[in-house]
Each structure stands twice: as C-alpha cells, then as structure tokens.
C-alpha cells in the first residue's frame, strides 16, 4: 500500500470516489485496529510527494520511514506562516481559521470539501459515546453561518443535522442570548427532556457568572461538553474549581460532563470525562508525547509535547506537532496545558525559512 502511495498523482483525492474509499478505510479501523500502520504510511507517502511545505520539510529526515511513529510531524505553527495543502490552493473549497489567541496568528487549515471533516466529526462524537442524536442539543457558540470558517462551528452543525430534535446556536453577533437560552432550556427541563449542552469554556462561565444564583438543574440523561477556551480571555480559572460548579450547576456528575480536545489544524478530536479525565481517541488518530529535548516519545507518566497523528487530515499534513503539553498513560494521555517556550526539534529548518517555501 505504501509503494502505491508512492505513484499517486495528486489528483487522487480530488476525485470523490476515492475520499468516501478513504473514509470508508479508516472508519473500520474500528473492527481492525492492526490496519492503522498501513494506512498512516500511504497517507504519508501521498502527503510527502504532493504537499510542498511538507516535502521540503521531510528532507530533514530519514527516508525509509517504516512505522507510523517514525512520520515527520509538521510544526502547527507553519498553519500560520505558510500554505499547507496537497493540491493547488485555488481547488480549495472551504479553510478553517485558528482563533489566534495566543500569537495573534491565526492558522488556516485548507480542504478540498467537507466530506472527510463531517463524517469524522460525527463518527468520532458516536465513538466516544456522545448521545448527540437522543439529546435536544444546544451550542453556545455561533452557528457555522456567521462563523464559516470555524471547525469548531462547522463540527457543532455536523452533529446538529445528525439530530432528529430542533438544535439551537445561542451566540449570535457575536453576543450570547441568555435570556432566550435559559427560557428554551428551562422549558425543556420542565417537560423532562434530556438535553446536551456544548460550548466553549469561556461561554459556560460567562453563563454562570450572569446568573449565579439560579442554577439550572438538567435531567437525567443530559451532558455538558466544553471544548476549552479560556486562553487570551482576561481571566483564568481553575480546571477542578471549573469543574465542581459545571456540575452543581446544572445537577450532572462529573462523568456527564464531557471536555473535547481539538485545534483547527486537525479533523479529529479527543474526548475525555470529568476535570482530570483520560483522553480518549477514535482508532483512526493516535497521539505521542514527545520529549522536546530529545524528539523521542516519552515514557508512561511523563510529560512533554502532544504529536497528533490524523488519518483524517487528508488535505493537508497528517503528523503534527503542537505545543500541548500532556502525560503519557498506557493507553493514552492527559491534557495538561500549552507550552510557550518549548520548540521541537526534529529539523534544522526555522519557522521563517520554512515559509519562504
């Protein structure tokens, strides 16, 4: 598969034949999980051939890459210095734009259509267990309409046409509507519907600070997911404080209260449960925890930096190196914040020369 890969031309995934083929390869990685190796080399023999940025990148490595672990994984920050597609950027049909909270920079994330991204994001949200189709869901974020370019958006509308109940977005221009929100919601708390509540965790606070003495107690059955957020925001909170008052807040232990873990530079997600939760992936993404220092991946209960590596990036590059500092567990890890000092080696290339590309 690996040497097929190598023939490709870069109109390969243009044709939407072969994406739904790719979408179908990496979803039964559910059932054969020994596949991932495999489909991580073909996927990465496609991406070194047809993706400039990531060719010359690779140069800085060894050619003969035989295992999924040994993949050259790409900065995240060129997402926001430079271009990071496989096909002629004029064939783009949608980008993803990161928030750019923490540099200014925002990355942009480029896709030929959506096609991959929806499947995964509602496939993943099953994998992990998230009732997104048995619950009235509401999001407290923009809709994908007045946010085109927010995956975040983009994967809530996902899950929303997944739904059979009428799903609601409550922040729009840019303002949350509280009023209409918690008058919706109440009414189905009344009625003794389960609900799912999702959004950032900036936006569950700002919840909770403008209402602190009327808690909304859900039904049985009902989950928050927060997907992070707070960083640039102009005050930080405790993740276990956080935590504690999502869950008296609204009536939920804390195995109902869901934190998801993505970035726009990638298709799939995390899930875990509770404030000190294990993060779980779907078999078709894996994550290392590298010693910046060293490059090599770090033993079990210690830390250093999160390598995603996404079978579901097929635009762009499938190994990516962030700045997420986690702990390696046996099976997975836990998230514990952001680096800004660490930066990986791996290559010799800067950030500057690499963008010149």
């Not at 690996?2 to 790719?22: G, H, I, T, V, Y």
């Not at 023999?45 to 060894?62: I, R």
């Not at 060129?78 to 925002?106: E, M, P, Q, W």
């Amino acid at each position: 598969m690996k040497e097929k890969a190598k023939k490709l031309p870069a109109s390969f995934f243009q044709d939407p034949c072969n994406r739904r083929w790719w979408i179908d390869q990496i979803v039964s990685l559910r059932k054969n999980p020994q596949n991932f190796d495999n489909l991580a080399l073909f996927l990465f023999e496609f991406q070194k051939n047809h993706c400039a940025v990531y060719k010359t990148f690779c140069q800085c490595f060894p050619q003969d890459i035989s295992s999924w672990r040994d993949i050259p994984a790409l900065p995240q920050e060129l997402f926001k210095k430079t271009t990071v597609f496989c096909h002629d950027i004029n064939k783009a049909g949608f980008y993803y734009l990161s928030s750019g909270t923490t540099s200014g920079a925002r990355g942009k994330h480029n896709f030929l259509d959506n096609t991959v991204y929806k499947a995964i994001s509602v496939l993943g949200a099953v994998q992990a267990e998230i009732p997104i189709d048995q619950v009235h869901l509401h999001f407290l974020v923009p809709s994908s309409k007045e946010e085109p370019h927010s995956s975040l958006s983009a994967m809530f509308s996902f899950w929303a046409e997944k739904n059979p109940f009428p799903s609601h977005f409550w922040i729009k221009n840019n303002v949350l509507q509280t009023k209409s929100f918690r008058q919706t919601l109440t009414e189905q708390i009344i009625a003794n519907r389960k609900v799912g509540v999702c959004g950032t965790a900036f936006s569950f606070a700002y919840l909770m600070d403008n209402e602190p003495n009327d808690p909304m107690i859900l039904p049985q059955g009902s989950f928050i997911l927060e997907t992070g957020g707070m960083k640039g925001k102009h005050r930080e909170v405790d993740r276990k404080e956080f935590y504690l008052r999502l869950s008296s807040y609204f009536g939920l232990p804390q195995d109902q209260i869901v934190s998801e873990y993505g970035m726009t530079e990638l298709s799939t997600q995390a899930y875990s449960r509770g404030y000190d939760g294990e993060f779980q992936l779907p078999p078709w993404a894996r994550v290392l925890i590298i010693d910046p220092r060293t490059d090599q991946e770090c033993q079990v209960g210690q830390r250093g930096l999160i390598r995603w590596i996404d079978l579901a990036n097929v635009d762009s590059v499938l190994c990516i190196q962030t700045l997420d500092i986690g702990i390696r567990t046996p099976k997975s890890f836990f998230l514990l914040g952001r680096s800004i000092k660490a930066t990986p080696r791996g290559c010799s290339l800067s950030f500057e020369e690499m963008s010149s590309f």
